[in-house]
């Protein structure tokens, strides 16, 4: 296993789906990052996300309720084809997700990325972060369904 920590790092589809995509909300990056049928694990989901369209209706939904949000990369680990990527995640909830009426609060929760690549791409990610960590914060939980 390898660490990165260089800029050449910072330009992997592991950085720039977090930089680009989840920070700035560049959606069209992801036809460039991720394989038209890569599958998105989130501890929010009931099922993995399947295909592109996908991911971009949940990035969408997560940057409307909160539209600051911005995801730090702490360290990356690279394991031949898997790339795991620590963060943390801050901003304001500001809108709307999954039921939950906006609350003004700022949040900020640790995460985990693993990554599988194929060619350059983005096949599986399994994103693994504090939930309950950030519903305390929120200060109300989503409905289970």
């Known amino acids: 296993m390898t660490t990165e920590n260089g800029s050449e790092a910072r330009s ?10 989840w920070n ?5 990056l992801i036809d460039e990052l991720v394989t038209e049928d890569h599958i998105h694990h989130d501890p929010l989901l009931p099922e993995p996300l399947e295909g592109r369209e996908a991911l971009k209706g949940w990035v969408e939904t997560v940057r409307e309720g909160t539209p600051d949000l911005t995801k730090t990369v702490h360290e990356t680990y690279v394991d031949g084809d ?10 304001t909830h500001e809108g709307e997700i999954m039921g939950i009426a906006p609350t003004g609060r700022s949040l900020e929760v640790d995460g985990v990325y693993v990554h599988h690549l194929e060619d350059s791409r983005i096949t599986e990610t399994l994103d693994t972060w504090d939930a309950f960590g950030l ?11």
Request: hydrophobic fraction near 45%.
């Open 24 to 28: 700035r909300g560049d959606l069209a």
């Open 82 to 91: 898997a790339v795991i990527v620590t963060y943390t995640t801050t901003g």
């Open 12 to 21: 992997t589809p592991a950085h720039l789906l977090l930089r680009e995509v």
């Open 135 to 145: 519903f305390a914060q929120l200060g109300t939980f989503p409905e289970v369904v």
